[in-house]
């Protein structure tokens, strides 16, 4: 299974290197120099890259989310985390115009932890009666946090622009653009790292600290890990949907809980989620492409439908 | 059971309220011009007064139904149905969709359409005889985000001019409605609430719980249809003629049970109404004359009214 998984993203991943607008001429690519050369280094190999992170980072993110909050239905689309992401740009753009994308990504961080933290709170101060709620909740949340940015938006005009920050998209990832999305590398890492922590903290904060887990600590480095997440990935590529709620649920049907042994396989599910969303995108409207934020709401869209109706049954 | 005065006279002062800012809009700055601002005034608050019908009345029985006192029919993908219709027909047409399609006709597929889509989704969850509000509740999250980012997409895509368009038509506001369509409103809103009406000791029935409903006798799977399909009328009135109104639900119910200290359909509806009315003309005043529509009811409502969530949220330990 892990075998298969394994080499389906292989596979992917050359796929994802042949398919473009741009043909690339292999013969050429081997002399390390030319056009050829050009397209894969600084368009192809960088857009994998992202690719590849982003899905693992995406997904990754899902996990720690779901363990934190102990709802299968939670990521950072359904947790608010998004919306303020947005908000924290959109003040960041107004404050300081003349920022680059490095102080942009600093206020999207610091708005989506503060944001994050406050979610945990209100999750865990109600006794919620179903499931469904929580992510209703979550939705909610990030009604409140847009219809902030859009009253902030709607004064200074610039409301279209917004939604184009958000709508994932990966045909801007080129050399030297896109090199912020290597901060989910040592994410990933620590993620790794304190997999087993997660894991417990999973359990619920009474079991996690009767275990001499730090419960608030590990909360805390959970959801820093989870915004600098979504704050590198929506400064360079945009929103993108339903990744980070199709593959951890898909993982532990099959697998379980322990963070330790599923958290490669949801790495690896992930990136090639998001590399089959990439390469559909591509080649549906050739040579042009449709966003992958449209193709992967639409793909994982409907797997979660499926995977609840399935599970409904 | 019988009420105490005191939140009697709380209800009354409510509707007092309600007619006195009605008076203030009306006649506010207006120079007793009754050729022109006046008129088009009235128009306007027409437009309120079903509106807030078509935003209290679904809330609460929604609430009723769900027996959650923090959901809104908003969050069923109603209001995402609408958005992408709306940005489908100004990528496909442009501009031209409004003179060809015209406000009415705009409206009136509207609500056909979002009548659809609630006959579509009622009847394909409850085909094998499962009746549970949860399910459809999630179904509905994951429907609103999948079309929302298909709206994304689409509003990115359109030129500035087109988008200016677009966002009359996504921000709630009472300046779009012509005479005929509150006419058509007026119509469906009143039959929706003559049939309503009727089965209000049910709806009393049906909020303590499944159980006790049915062991009251009550055809608890009948009446839910009933009522999610009367919701549905209003829902689909309410969007098309304001545009989406995600939050005020929520405020609206909450508040009308605080102020109506009853649980009795008879009692928290109209309190419910005249609270949603009460706001709209609010909001509308404050966009008029304090803002000078540099922003929108529909954000004003949704800030106002989801700061407050928030608040709800955080200072409630209770169930939800």
């Given at each position: 299974m892990r075998a298969a998984l394994f080499g389906l993203f292989i596979v992917l991943c050359g796929a994802s290197l042949l398919v473009g607008a741009q043909q690339v001429v292999w013969s050429q690519v081997f002399t390390l120099s030319g056009d050829a050369w050009l397209t894969i280094t600084a368009s192809r190999l960088p857009r994998l890259m992202a690719l590849v992170l982003t899905g693992v980072g995406l997904s990754v993110c899902g996990v720690i989310l779901q363990h934190i909050v102990r709802n299968k239905f939670v990521e950072p689309a359904t947790a608010g985390g998004l919306d303020a992401a947005k908000l924290g740009i959109l003040v960041a753009l107004t404050l300081l115009p003349a920022s680059g994308p490095g102080v942009r990504m600093l206020f999207a961080l610091a708005f989506c932890f503060a944001a994050s933290l406050v979610f945990v709170a209100i999750v865990q101060r109600i006794r919620v009666k179903n499931t469904v709620l929580v992510p209703v909740i979550g939705l909610m949340y990030g009604g409140v946090l847009s219809a902030v940015a859009e009253f902030y938006a709607y004064q200074h005009n610039i409301l279209q622009s917004m939604q184009g920050w958000l709508l994932g998209d990966f045909s801007k990832v080129v050399q030297g653009n896109y090199e912020i999305i290597y901060l989910i590398l040592p994410i990933v890492v620590l993620t790794y790292l304190y997999a087993q922590r997660f894991t417990v903290l999973g359990m619920g904060e009474g079991i996690a600290t009767s275990l001499g887990l730090n419960y608030r600590a590990t909360v805390a480095l959970g959801l820093m890990l989870v915004a600098v997440t979504v704050a590198a990935t929506v400064i360079t590529v945009g929103a993108i949907p339903f990744v980070g709620l199709v593959i951890p649920n898909l993982v532990a049907l099959h697998y379980g809980d322990n963070l330790g042994r599923t958290l490669p396989v949801v790495a690896l599910g992930g990136a090639s989620l998001l590399l089959a969303c990439d390469i559909l995108g591509r080649l549906l409207i050739y040579p042009f492409e449709v966003p992958i934020g449209l193709t992967a709401g639409g793909v994982g869209g409907v797997l979660f439908l499926l995977l609840i109706l399935w599970r409904g049954r | 059971?019988?009420?105490?005065?005191?939140?009697?006279?709380?209800?009354?002062?409510?509707?007092?309220?309600?007619?006195?800012?009605?008076?203030?809009?009306?006649?506010?700055?207006?120079?007793?011009?009754?050729?022109?601002?006046?008129?088009?005034?009235?128009?306007?608050?027409?437009?309120?007064?079903?509106?807030?019908?078509?935003?209290?009345?679904?809330?609460?029985?929604?609430?009723?139904?769900?027996?959650?006192?923090?959901?809104?029919?908003?969050?069923?993908?109603?209001?995402?149905?609408?958005?992408?219709?709306?940005?489908?027909?100004?990528?496909?047409?442009?501009?031209?969709?409004?003179?060809?399609?015209?406000?009415?006709?705009?409206?009136?597929?509207?609500?056909?359409?979002?009548?659809?889509?609630?006959?579509?989704?009622?009847?394909?969850?409850?085909?094998?005889?499962?009746?549970?509000?949860?399910?459809?509740?999630?179904?509905?999250?994951?429907?609103?985000?999948?079309?929302?980012?298909?709206?994304?997409?689409?509003?990115?895509?359109?030129?500035?001019?087109?988008?200016?368009?677009?966002?009359?038509?996504?921000?709630?506001?009472?300046?779009?409605?012509?005479?005929?369509?509150?006419?058509?409103?007026?119509?469906?809103?009143?039959?929706?609430?003559?049939?309503?009406?009727?089965?209000?000791?049910?709806?009393?029935?049906?909020?303590?719980?499944?159980?006790?409903?049915?062991?009251?006798?009550?055809?608890?799977?009948?009446?839910?249809?009933?009522?999610?399909?009367?919701?549905?009328?209003?829902?689909?009135?309410?969007?098309?003629?304001?545009?989406?109104t995600a939050f005020m639900g929520i405020f609206v119910a909450n508040t009308a049970y605080a102020l109506a200290r009853s649980i009795r359909?008879?009692?928290?509806?109209?309190?419910?109404?005249?609270?949603?009315?009460?706001?709209?003309?609010?909001?509308?005043?404050?966009?008029?004359?304090?803002?000078?529509?540099?922003?929108?009811?529909?954000?004003?409502?949704?800030?106002?009214?989801?700061?407050?969530f928030l608040a709800l949220m955080v200072r409630t330990r209770g169930n939800a």
């Open positions: - | 059971m019988t009420h105490k005065p005191i939140p009697k006279m709380l209800r009354y002062a409510v509707w007092m309220v309600v007619i006195a800012l009605a008076l203030a809009f009306l006649f506010f700055r207006a120079d007793w011009d009754f050729d022109y601002v006046i008129p088009k005034r009235l128009v306007r608050l027409a437009a309120m007064l079903i509106g807030g019908v078509c935003v209290a009345w679904p809330s609460i029985v929604f609430q009723t139904l769900t027996g959650n006192r923090i959901l809104t029919p908003a969050v069923m993908g109603y209001e995402a149905v609408y958005l992408l219709l709306q940005s489908l027909l100004i990528l496909f047409m442009g501009t031209q969709s409004l003179v060809a399609l015209g406000a009415n006709g705009n409206f009136a597929l509207s609500v056909v359409l979002m009548l659809g889509y609630s006959w579509a989704i009622h009847r394909w969850l409850f085909r094998d005889g499962r009746n549970n509000v949860y399910f459809l509740l999630l179904i509905g999250l994951v429907l609103t985000m999948v079309i929302g980012t298909f709206t994304q997409f689409v509003q990115f895509k359109v030129s500035p001019g087109e988008f200016s368009v677009l966002l009359g038509f996504s921000q709630a506001s009472f300046g779009k409605a012509e005479p005929g369509q509150l006419l058509a409103s007026a119509v469906l809103v009143a039959a929706v609430c003559a049939v309503g009406i009727k089965t209000l000791p049910t709806l009393d029935v049906l909020s303590l719980g499944r159980d006790q409903a049915l062991s009251l006798g009550v055809d608890y799977q009948r009446a839910v249809r009933l009522h999610l399909a009367l919701i549905a009328v209003l829902v689909a009135v309410s969007t098309s003629l304001l545009g989406p359909h008879r009692v928290t509806l109209p309190t419910g109404c005249a609270i949603a009315i009460g706001i709209f003309i609010l909001a509308q005043l404050v966009v008029e004359h304090v803002f000078n529509y540099r922003t929108t009811v529909g954000i004003l409502v949704n800030l106002v009214c989801g700061a407050w």
